[in-house]
């Protein structure tokens, strides 16, 4: 039996193995989920809701567990695990227990056309079915808990396959949801690596949430096109942090190495290309360089480390090519730059590049380390044609000491969003969507948004006037293209003489007396 070792980063030792589920068994796994999901969505949603409920206060009492796995198996520090991947699950699942019946609700819909007037119309939203949701190792519980909760509120079973990397903790929300009372169908953890999620692909889920690379998420879109499959996908970010002269320099530095190095510098939304207004630009760096200098690295269950390793010794050595061919093109390397052998194995300094070229790997491709890149830019417009120039557009940031202007310069950013003297966080934040644009994908989670993209838009309209033919039925006889006539000048015609003139006959068609 093939078993997939959970792997401490920090000191590279195997604590866990489990067994890996075989590809073919994951269409019986999208099978039984298909037939646990239709009785599941016609439960009334309170019923769901004490489910979900009972989860939330489960992940609370065992938050510290939670937090500890996290921090063991993905390297970033127990504190960081807390406030990242647990409070804003706990956030949620709070927000969607709240949103749940307001968001869900069906929407009347007005009809404007006069013609459709006898009409009452109504959106629904049912669940799609099976949710297949894909996700990466860098926040194990927050990523698929965004997905799957609403998913399951709304009424959708979910077939989860976590990243080889951090099994343990898909383990550990299947494990929760079971106490909490969902029946085991509902939410399947399937393990394994790329062959089992591109077996869950091939399985026909009736919706796939990707979140991970550009490079995969391409290979999912394309096998989801196959079988017309809808596809949400949370891929790569390069995200420009401008700093503009009139900033805060002190505050606007510590939010950019935050941003930057949380969780070892492998956070899809984060200051990864720093642009800074040339007036401030030694001033700034001075500070930054300072400030990056108090960071703590280490492992992450030690107090007072900031930032832990990395996730594996292949992202290493990618970060490690970008920047060596970066340096090969005359950046200088201000701070930083080498492995920690000393701390473990995949322990690399948080690092600065100035004077790089913007053609180098550290500028054009994604950077998933803690490494981070800085230029100068002459003046505001400047800054927003480096912010563009990528082939990403995730998030955003900018700083100034004049909100009016920041708020102005989003509008012209390329991105899904953008903060104002703050980077990163909003992905905490429960209302707001968060997805991309440009690679960074396709769709959003969170929010109201977030959960109606697990759902099916179901239009049902009632004719009241169920006694009229209607004005379109076959009967395209001569004399009664007068009155459609009518109708045309009455709806549309730009004289409004004309639009009178024309109500009569126009009524006439409208509630025909021809027989039905
Ligand atoms: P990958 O694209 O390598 O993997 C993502 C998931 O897809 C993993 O579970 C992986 O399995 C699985 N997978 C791999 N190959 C296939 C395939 N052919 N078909 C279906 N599934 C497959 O990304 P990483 O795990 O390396 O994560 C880092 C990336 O994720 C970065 O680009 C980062 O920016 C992005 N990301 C985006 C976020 C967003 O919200 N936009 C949030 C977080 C990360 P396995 O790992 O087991 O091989």
Not at 369 to 384: F, M
Not at 416 to 440: F, R, W
Request: aromatic content about 6%; glycine content about 10%; charged content about 25%.
């Amino acid at each position: 039996m093939t078993v997939i070792p959970a792997i401490n980063p920090a000191t590279g030792e195997t604590f866990a193995e489990s067994p890996a589920t075989a590809p073919e068994a994951v269409a019986v796994a999208v099978g039984t989920a298909r037939q646990a999901q239709g009785p599941w969505a016609h439960r009334p949603l309170d019923e769901r809701r004490r489910v979900i409920a009972r989860f939330q206060d489960l992940l609370f009492t065992r938050r510290d567990e939670a937090a500890r796995l996290v921090s063991r198996e993905n390297g970033k520090p127990v504190v960081e695990a807390m406030l990242t991947d647990v409070a804003v699950s706990l956030d949620i699942t709070r927000y969607y227990l709240r949103h749940a019946r307001r968001i869900l609700r069906p929407r009347r819909l007005t009809h404007s056309n006069i013609a459709v007037l006898g009409k009452r119309g109504r959106l629904h939203w049912d669940p799609m079915g099976v949710i297949a949701i894909i996700a990466p190792w860098n926040y194990p519980l927050l990523l698929p808990l965004g997905e799957a909760v609403p998913a399951l509120l709304a009424g959708n079973a979910v077939v989860f396959k976590p990243s080889e990397f951090t099994v343990r903790t898909g383990l550990f929300i299947q494990d929760l949801l079971r106490q909490a009372g969902l029946e085991p169908d509902l939410f399947q953890v399937m393990v394994g690596g790329g062959e089992v999620g591109q077996a869950l692909v091939a399985a026909g889920p009736d919706k796939i949430f990707f979140t991970g690379s550009a490079r995969t998420g391409r290979q999912v879109a394309k096998a989801a096109a196959e079988q017309i499959i809808p596809v949400n996908l949370e891929l790569g970010g390069s995200d420009p942090c401008i700093v503009l002269a009139d900033a805060n320099l002190e505050r606007a530095a510590s939010g950019a190495i935050w941003s930057r190095f949380t969780n070892g510098g492998q956070t899809c939304v984060a200051a990864k290309r720093l642009i800074v207004e040339r007036k401030v630009y030694q001033r700034f760096l001075e500070i930054l360089l300072r400030k990056l200098s108090g960071l703590t690295v280490g492992p992450g269950n030690q107090p007072g480390v900031d930032m832990g390793p990395m996730i594996r010794d292949s992202q290493v050595r990618e970060l490690e090519r970008q920047l060596a061919a970066t340096v090969a093109r005359g950046a200088r390397i201000r701070v930083g730059g080498r492995r920690r052998p000393d701390l473990g194995p995949t322990f690399f300094e948080p690092t600065v590049v100035t004077d790089l070229p913007l053609d180098a790997p550290l500028w054009r491709e994604e950077v998933f380390g803690p490494v981070l890149p800085v230029v100068a830019a002459d003046d505001e417009d400047e800054a927003i044609r480096l912010a563009n120039d990528s082939a990403y557009g995730l998030s955003a940031s900018i700083w100034t000491g004049d909100r009016a202007r920041g708020e102005a310069m989003a509008r012209r950013i390329e991105s899904g969003s953008v903060l104002i003297n703050d980077a990163t966080c909003h992905v905490g934040i429960v209302e707001v969507p968060h997805g991309g644009e440009k690679e960074s994908g396709l769709g959003r989670t969170h929010g109201e948004i977030g959960m109606l993209e697990t759902c099916k838009p179901r239009y049902v309209g009632t004719d009241l006037l169920d006694w009229f033919r209607k004005p379109w039925w076959f009967g395209y006889h001569e004399e009664s293209a007068g009155d459609r006539e009518a109708i045309m000048q009455f709806l549309y015609s730009p004289s409004l003489w004309a639009r009178i003139r024309a109500i009569p006959r126009a009524l006439r068609l409208l509630v025909n007396r021809r027989p039905v």
